[in-house]
């Protein structure tokens, strides 16, 4: 499979429940990144990281964890959740860690906080 | 940080007719400045994307103009088509070209 794939592609998640989501790319990019996709809403970048460190984490709350064991791969772990955190979640990667290089998004994760 | 403005939400355009969808930003050490297309149901992709070295950048249809003194830039489509219909996100990089930061978008409708 080419591209960034990411699964699942849908996840309904009760407000106790922990789950992940797992991101992978087929590109040999070095860098990786987690946003939120709400509803007429930006583009919220939640994590960055760059040959398998984070370089950024946007001031997102601790019940969402990253995890990147290398450059392939990214997670997303989740725990206690709360109904707002309802959203689109795109992976992304680039060639380099910083944003001037073209960004390849994955087709997301539909999550829904019930 | 960086905070991008984008104008309109929403946007009707007849088949054949242009398009213009505006970006303000605030960081003035930004230099580069990506559109990307999301169609219904589908993830971003980049369309076109220009850096502050430049002032224009075309590539068929689209130009992406840049004014960096004002602090804005500006996606232009020509001669619209029912496949230009989607959300059109623009970004500007932060002064350490760590992230990106986005528009909210622009739902571009081309009516047929």
């Known amino acids: 499979e080419t591209g960034v794939t990411q699964t699942p592609r849908h996840l309904v998640m009760g407000m106790t429940n922990k789950k992940s989501l797992k991101c992978e790319q087929h590109?040999?990019?070095?860098?990786m990144y987690w946003y939120k996709q709400s509803a007429k809403k930006p583009l919220e970048l939640m994590f960055v990281?760059?040959?398998?460190?984070?370089?950024e984490n946007n001031s997102v709350p601790s019940r969402f964890s990253p995890e990147c064991p290398n450059s392939s791969h990214l997670f997303l772990h989740l725990h206690t959740l709360q109904p707002e955190d309802s959203a689109l979640y795109l992976c992304?990667?680039?060639?380099?860690?910083?944003?001037?290089?073209?960004?390849?998004f994955g087709p997301g994760t539909r999550l829904t906080v019930t | 940080g960086e905070n991008v403005e984008q104008h309109p939400s929403t946007l009707s355009v007849q088949e054949g007719d242009s398009a213009v969808i505006k970006c303000t930003y605030s960081?003035?050490?930004?230099?580069?400045f990506p559109w990307y297309k999301q169609e219904l149901g589908k993830r971003p992709q980049l369309i076109i994307d220009?850096?502050?070295?430049?002032g224009e950048k075309k590539d068929q249809r689209i130009a992406v103009t840049l004014n960096k003194t004002a602090k804005h830039f500006s996606l232009h489509i020509t001669e619209t088509q029912p496949e230009d219909s989607a959300v059109y996100f623009c970004?500007?990089?932060?002064?350490?070209?760590?992230?990106?930061?986005f528009g909210a978008g622009t739902t571009v409708t081309v009516r047929a």
């Open positions: 992304a990667s680039s060639q380099e860690g910083t944003a001037a290089y073209e960004q390849y």
């Open positions: 590109l040999g990019h070095n860098a």
């Open positions: 990281y760059s040959l398998e460190e984070r370089v």
């Open positions: 960081d003035s050490a930004s230099n580069y």
């Open positions: 220009i850096r502050s070295n430049v």
């Open positions: 970004a500007a990089s932060d002064s350490n070209d760590y992230k990106l930061s």
